[in-house]
């Protein structure tokens, strides 16, 4: 099974940007479909975005335009670049592969650590 590692994570300004990373202890080539989720203080986890092996990507309504989910299947990693961030956005990030089935086989569902982004007014 793999296993998820964020980085990334910090304090910065309103306004500013950070870029998260995911990197899989194994091959994503044949990972359908991966997700970057948040846990604000207090709140549900929620879904940030998601993207395809086809690149089709969705967003969560209220990200569209500030955030971008990408992978690089060569390099093992998904990213998520975020823009224009406000304190809302604080929270814990996680990388997510959803339970899937391949060659015959069920693959758990599959969380990273997280990472914590902090963002201050």
Do not use: H
Request: glycine share 12%.
């Amino acid at each position: 099974q793999v296993q998820l590692v964020e980085s990334g994570g910090g304090l910065v300004q309103a306004g500013g940007s950070l870029r998260l990373s995911c990197a899989a202890s194994g091959s994503i080539f044949s990972i359908n479909v991966m997700g970057w989720y948040r846990q604000a203080p207090g709140k549900q986890r929620e879904l940030v975005a998601r993207i395809v092996n086809d690149g089709t990507t969705i967003y969560a309504d209220s990200l569209k335009g500030r955030f971008t989910i990408s992978r690089d299947n060569a390099k093992n990693t998904l990213y998520l670049q975020m823009n224009d961030l406000r304190p809302e956005d604080t929270a814990v990030y996680y990388c997510n592969i959803p339970a899937r089935l391949w060659g015959g086989r069920l693959f758990l569902e599959v969380w990273g650590q997280g990472t914590l982004v902090t963002v201050s007014s």
